[in-house]
């Protein structure tokens, strides 16, 4: 399966290098649950302050049980906390929404 998902970074240019240097060096332990959880693929892209993922996944992907692994990781947690001092959820997410899964308008 592919899911596209879209977030926003603070617009402000230092923070925003400093979010791509950590994501030059994922954690392992962030490394690892992304794995177990089925995804096989993901990459982000970014233009200005917005964010594109698109994740390639098992068939038995999961985003509820995805969710749920991670809370009850702590270096998850840690990584996730980390990571909200550089992104904003955007206009439309509702309180504690962050990454976003986009509709696919059109395919060729």
């Known amino acids: 399966m592919r899911y596209c998902l879209a977030l926003d970074l603070k617009d402000d ?8 240097r950590y994501h030059e060096k994922l954690w392992p332990e962030v490394e690892d649950s992304i794995r177990s959880a089925g995804i096989r ?27 749920a692994a991670d809370a009850a990781n702590p ?22 929404e962050k990454w976003l899964l986009m509709d696919r308008i059109f395919k060729l």
Do not use: C, D, H
């Open 75 to 96: 270096k998850v947690q840690e990584w996730e906390t980390l990571m909200w001092r550089y992104q904003q959820a955007l206009p439309l997410a509702k309180p504690g």
């Open 41 to 67: 693929e993901m990459e982000i892209y970014r233009i200005g302050n917005r964010l594109f993922m698109i994740m390639e996944t098992e068939e038995t992907f999961s985003f509820e049980q995805k969710a």
């Open 13 to 20: 240019p230092a923070l925003i290098a400093e979010y791509e």
